[in-house]
């Protein structure tokens, strides 16, 4: 699988956006990018996904660069209730012999300061 | 609606005794994975369950590890003689099908091996 690098932690206030990077230089060309965020002492939750485009949904915004080596999430408005851990992730179209298995590096800590 | 249930949800066992760990699934999700999560670490994917066969069991860490799959419903994890380094955080997650890129996590179960 191709792998994603991302900062270890970052710090937000309250009610401001936080933009979080992934650096993804190895993509292939079907490679999906997906963001799940993990609070604590809970299951991975879904947060979005992409393929080329940038893409919105009620949580958040995924920014895909031209080249797809890179992208960044974004949280329009940070809430206490956004600090987890976010992970950046690759996987490759849905197969039935394969399914879509996720493999998770360490993610970016993210806290929202009050 | 109901999301993914897991049970136990923690579990403390001694070293050598077999373990089984429960995941139902979100009804009608017929594709299933289980993950590991060491503490302080991101998630490692142990096995995928399409319907009831399990095309991808390349996440088992040893012969130690088993998983069934009774249709497209429940799953059970099995860990016989457990080791300390068995210990970890269980994590379930369904999906509904091919198409779709989401899954689901239930809440874990927390095996600790003493």
């Known amino acids: 699988d191709a792998k994603t690098t991302q900062p270890n932690s970052m710090e937000s206030n309250e009610e401001e956006p936080v933009h979080l990077p992934c650096n993804h230089s190895?993509?292939?060309?079907?490679?999906?990018i997906h963001w799940y965020r993990q609070l604590p002492s809970q299951g991975p939750e879904y947060v979005i996904h992409g393929l080329t485009s940038n893409v919105n949904n009620r949580m958040a915004s995924l920014a895909i660069a031209e080249d797809r080596k890179s992208s960044t999430l974004i949280l329009h408005r940070a809430t206490l209730r956004d600090a987890a851990v976010y992970y950046c992730i690759l996987s490759t179209p849905w197969a039935k012999a394969a399914g879509n298995k996720l493999t998770f590096g360490g993610g970016t800590r993210v806290l929202v300061k009050p | 609606g109901a999301g993914v249930s897991q049970s136990p949800s923690n579990k403390v066992t001694e070293k050598g005794k077999d373990v089984e760990l429960r995941c139902d699934p979100i009804?009608?999700?017929?594709?299933l994975y289980w993950y590991r999560q060491r503490l302080g670490q991101g998630l490692e994917f142990l096995i995928y369950?399409?319907?009831?066969?399990?095309?991808?069991k390349s996440g088992l860490p040893s012969d130690r590890f088993s998983a069934e799959r009774t249709g497209e419903s429940v799953s059970t994890l099995t860990i016989q003689r457990t080791q300390q380094e068995d210990s970890a955080v269980y994590l379930c997650?369904?999906?509904?099908?091919?198409?779709?890129?989401?899954?689901?996590f239930g809440p874990g179960t927390r095996l600790t091996v003493l």
């Open positions: 190895t993509i292939s060309g079907t490679d999906y």
């Open positions: 369950f399409q319907g009831n066969s399990a095309p991808d």
């Open positions: 009804s009608g999700h017929t594709a």
């Open positions: 997650a369904s999906s509904p099908g091919p198409e779709n890129n989401e899954q689901f």
